[in-house]
């Protein structure tokens, strides 16, 4: 391929309703070692049964305080970490599955991640062509064409490659480095990509630029995105949908209207509510978030969010709450936010 990657938006029969990947069940458990020798004294549940769809063509929002599993699951949808339970289908086809499922080499071509730590992720030692042109060279890929792609994705985000090509990696601002990283992960031409924190560390008015960038590639190339952060405000812009997670659990997923206009986890409430940018009339009516998570090697039983929740009742230490259908794709994991669950609070919550 001597030019940007192959166009990869819906055609005919092949909607933006088709989930692009399929994850259930997943889990991570981290052991926790102790004492000289080192044996396992705890284990932190960094992701503790997450199921989602990504559809094909929309940027997916996971949004959450910190700890809460956001980076261990991309992670294990990147598949750098193996999950201790459940499974994920891209296109249809089982991950890493034996026989007839997906290989995950193949797997790894489809799907590429982004980093927050935009140094820490490029090869110090090679000029940023090289390091552009490195995924294709492995795959084969001739070097005068690896070395053409490499110049037109310099291009595509924004870097003339007659000035940027040879440069190495410190000779870049943090901005043009995440946007050598965006070009080195289009270079297999993937049609996922999983952004981690990809704006955190740059300033606003380069977030800004980033971000616009990434909406622009997205509509060209027609990818699709997992997009990661802490900042609900870029997922606000980014996203079609977003996922809210709390403890190693997901706690509320919808479409990106209903998780900022009628949220309904009293975590997701009281997340916005903390917001910097949030409506100042709003944030009067709404408590505020308080205090920090518990700690994941021992979860509050029940619902996790129950400790730090200021309408929980005696049910919610008793059983953890299933996903409540509010309709629309809108649902939340609160036995508060089910209507007409008969409890007195179920109408103020999801109003
Ligand atoms: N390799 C590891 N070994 C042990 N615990 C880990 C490991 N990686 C993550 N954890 C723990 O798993 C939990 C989830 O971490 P994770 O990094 O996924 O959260 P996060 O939501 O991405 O947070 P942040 O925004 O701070 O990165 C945390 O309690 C973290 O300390």
Not at 70 to 95: H, N, Q, Y
Not at 160 to 174: K, T, V
């Amino acid at each position: 391929m001597s030019e940007t990657p192959t166009d990869h938006r819906p055609g005919p029969g092949n909607g933006p309703a088709r989930p692009l990947l399929l994850v259930r069940d997943l889990v991570k458990h981290f052991p926790i070692r102790g004492g000289l020798l080192g044996r396992p004294v705890g284990t932190v549940r960094a992701v503790d049964g997450v199921s989602f769809a990504v559809r094909a063509g929309e940027t997916l929002g996971i949004v959450g305080e910190s700890g809460c599993g956001k980076s261990t699951t991309a992670r294990l949808l990147m598949r750098l970490l193996e999950p201790d339970g459940g499974g994920m289908a891209f296109d249809g086809a089982p991950v890493g599955a034996s026989g007839g499922g997906m290989a995950l080499k193949e797997y790894r071509r489809q799907v590429q991640m982004v980093f927050q730590d935009s140094y820490a992720s490029l090869n110090p030692r090679l000029p940023i062509e090289d390091t552009i042109a490195f995924a294709p060279r492995v795959h084969g890929v001739p070097a005068r064409e690896a070395g053409e792609r490499a110049h037109a994705l310099l291009a595509a985000v924004g870097l003339d490659p007659a000035q940027f090509a040879r440069r190495y990696p410190h000779e870049l601002s943090g901005g043009q480095r995440q946007r050598v990283n965006i070009a080195r992960a289009l270079a297999l031409n993937p049609r996922l990509v999983l952004l981690d924190e990809p704006v955190s560390a740059l300033d606003k008015s380069v977030e800004a630029q980033v971000l616009n960038l990434l909406a622009d590639l997205k509509e060209r190339f027609g990818l699709t995105y997992v997009f990661i952060s802490h900042d609900l405000n870029v997922v606000q812009w980014i996203s079609d949908r977003v996922l809210v997670m709390y403890l190693g659990k997901v706690v509320e997923e919808g479409p990106v209207e209903a998780i900022y206009e009628r949220p309904a986890h009293p975590y997701t409430r009281a997340l916005l509510a903390s917001r910097p940018a949030m409506d100042p009339a709003r944030r009067r009516t709404e408590p505020p978030l308080t205090g920090d998570p518990p700690n994941p090697v021992n979860p509050p039983s029940g619902c996790r969010f129950r400790t730090r929740c200021p309408f929980a009742e005696p049910v919610c230490a008793e059983r953890a709450p299933a996903a409540a259908d509010l309709g629309g794709g809108h649902a939340a994991a609160c036995h508060m936010a089910l209507p007409g669950s008969g409890h007195s609070r179920a109408g103020r919550l999801a109003a």
